[in-house]
């Protein structure tokens, strides 16, 4: 096999179907439509199960199948000599091959017949270029060059917030990409809330994704990257997040109505998952696999770099309160409801969670005593807050609460005046109620 | 015995079409190849399917060999596809008429395509990939017949000798 099954992954991705040969036990020749060939690694692929189809019939009963896939730009043709391993039904790959899957039903306008059933992997025992004669395509961007780029443009920063911002912005100088979000896991490890955006007209700060809703929260169960190129309403999260009530309030996700390339690439450090990024694209198969491959590399140097911003041990010097001007104006409303830690100002939904019950333990002891100096380490010890034992996300909470008030009632703000250190500024009056 | 196509059958297989032929090798091995050409007989009972015999080398010897054959047939502006089978298939003369029709069926596709959007120059790479200076004409006489649209319906007999 002279050919390299990674040099074929363009042919891989769906855009021009596939076709599959079989042989039934007679010898009787069949050819179908393969929906999908997923490259697994070196020297495997995945085909796409959707119904009991002669295909199938053929390969349980004799293991051997062609394949023959066509590249993009070029239309050469490629032929795959295929033995048949396993069927997988559940875990990582068939996620992944069913969120692809969604993509491409709806590309080829089948996405009420595409359903998968299982990724029925087969190894790759040889490649026959079909057309060697014909020129490849024009080569694709360097991928490899976009991160160092991205990786350039992030330079080096312990500081979470600026993390955030330059984390994303790095990306449209690298990759071309103009609508990402990084989402970080809550503590208990049943949602993502989003502490950056970038592209959008809303910031969607503070936004949260289910684990397992949607393609980040997918992404996030599985912990494996998933691309999709095509348009999909699968996996979309409009609905569910537009779906807004007194009684659930919720930040809407500030993604695309009609994203034709999306991807979603988990945080993970030292085994812990972190978080999400994502990325999307008004444009048809905007990500290739180098791209995945170079934005998991990405995300990978991003989640140590939240780690270790996490570590970096809060500053010394205690923090001197300075005298407030006493704030003038019609009071602001605020009230708290404890079981959800939801705060609304002047009757608009602010934060909820572990974010609304900091706001809330601040401002009451900004009330009591006119305290206006905090220091994150007395918030890890207060029990009043429900943070869990392991304190590193309580940066990424005030981080979240400090942009969510600088965008919804900058009247409140929070100032960070060192590290592990904040100070409280009202403008106006507050009325507190619970 | 074969079947008798239908005036509908026959008048898609003259359609603009993704096309690729199967057949089995001695060595057990299924093997396809993209088609470039189907001319229906008169008594449509009989097709001669156009390879380019480098691109083919293992269908044709295939078939040489004895194996069946089969034949997909696709229309991808509506996936409506059909899979003919039959249990030989027999070299036929190529000539100018089998070259023509094979121009013809490789830009109807290339046509069809670019509607979908596929691209521009899709015309010429079709012909450069699809050439029709070594055409192999195969003839069969379908002995059965599957509807093989995508969907729980695939694999449906249309017609069985």
Redesign the interface.
């Known amino acids: 096999m002279n050919l390299s099954l990674e040099s074929l992954r363009p042919c891989l991705d769906g855009a021009?179907?596939a076709?599959?040969?079989?042989?039934a036990l007679d010898?009787?020749?069949?050819?179908?439509?393969a929906?999908q060939v997923h490259y697994v690694d070196a020297e495997h692929v995945a085909l796409s199960y959707q119904?009991f189809?002669?295909t199938r019939e053929n390969v349980l009963a004799?293991p051997?199948?062609?394949v023959?896939v066509v590249e993009p730009g070029?239309?050469?043709?490629f032929?795959l000599?295929l033995h048949y391993m396993r069927t997988e039904t559940e875990g990582p790959l068939f996620e992944y091959m069913k969120a692809q899957l969604a993509g491409i039903a709806t590309q080829?306008?089948?996405d009420k017949?595409?359903v998968l059933r299982g990724a029925d992997i087969y190894r790759v025992l040889d490649i026959e270029s079909?057309?060697p004669h014909?020129p490849p395509p024009p080569p694709p961007s360097d991928a490899l060059l976009s991160l160092r780029r991205t990786l350039d443009r992030l330079g080096d920063t312990t500081d979470l917030s600026d993390l955030a911002d330059r984390g994303l912005a790095a990306l449209t100088a690298g990759f071309g990409i103009r609508h990402a979000l990084l989402l970080m896991l809550d503590e208990a490890g049943a949602a993502l809330y989003t502490l950056g955006s970038l592209g959008y007209p809303d910031s969607g700060i503070g936004a949260e994704v289910k684990v397992g809703e949607g393609l980040i929260g997918v992404a996030a169960r599985e912990r494996i990257p998933i691309r999709i190129n095509y348009r999909t309403g699968d996996y979309a999260y409009q609905t569910a997040m537009r779906a807004t009530h007194a009684t659930e309030p919720r930040i809407p996700l500030p993604v695309l109505a009609n994203p034709h390339s999306r991807i979603a690439v988990p945080l993970i450090h030292g085994g812990r998952l972190l978080g999400v990024l994502y990325a999307e694209s008004e444009h048809d198969a905007f990500f290739s696999h180098a791209d995945e491959d170079a934005l998991v590399v990405y995300a990978r140097h991003l989640a140590a770099l939240v780690a270790q911003a996490a570590c970096e041990p809060d500053d010394a010097e205690p923090a001197h309160d300075e005298p407030a001007t006493r704030p003038t104006g019609a009071p602001l409303a605020v009230r708290y409801f404890a079981a959800d830690h939801s705060v609304f100002i002047d009757n608009d939904y602010l934060i909820k969670g572990v974010a609304g019950s900091i706001l809330w333990t601040l401002l009451n002891e900004h009330a009591r005593n006119g305290r206006r100096d905090f220091c994150n380490r007395e918030l890890r010890r207060d029990p009043r807050l429900p943070l869990p034992d392991f304190g590193d996300n309580l940066e990424t909470r005030l981080i979240l609460l400090q942009r969510r008030l600088a965008e919804r009632c900058p009247t409140i703000a929070l100032e960070k005046t060192g590290r592990g250190r904040f100070r409280l500024n009202i403008g106006r009056p507050l009325q507190l109620s619970a | 015995m074969s079947v008798q196509l239908t005036v509908e059958q026959t008048a898609f297989l003259q359609g603009p079409l993704s096309m690729n032929v199967g057949a089995v090798g001695r060595d057990g091995w299924p093997c396809v190849c993209r088609a470039q050409g189907v001319m229906v007989a008169r008594d449509r009972q009989a097709l001669t399917v156009l390879l380019s015999a480098s691109r083919g080398r293992a269908v044709i010897d295939a078939l040489d060999a004895g194996s069946g054959i089969t034949l997909v047939v696709s229309r991808p502006s509506t996936h409506a596809t059909l899979q003919l089978k039959a249990s030989a298939a027999t070299r036929a003369t190529t000539g100018a008429a089998q070259r023509a029709c094979s121009a013809r069926c490789v830009a109807a596709f290339a046509d069809e395509l670019k509607g979908l959007g596929y691209g521009a120059g899709l015309e010429q790479a079709l012909a450069a990939l699809l050439p029709t200076d070594d055409l192999v004409a195969l003839r069969f006489a379908p002995e059965i017949v599957f509807d093989q649209t995508p969907g729980p319906d695939a694999g449906r007999v249309l017609a069985h000798a």
């Open positions: 021009i179907p076709v599959v040969a079989t042989s010898g009787t020749p069949n050819v179908a439509y929906s119904f189809s002669k004799h051997y199948a062609q023959q070029s239309f050469r043709h032929r000599k080829t306008h089948m017949v595409f079909v057309d014909i």
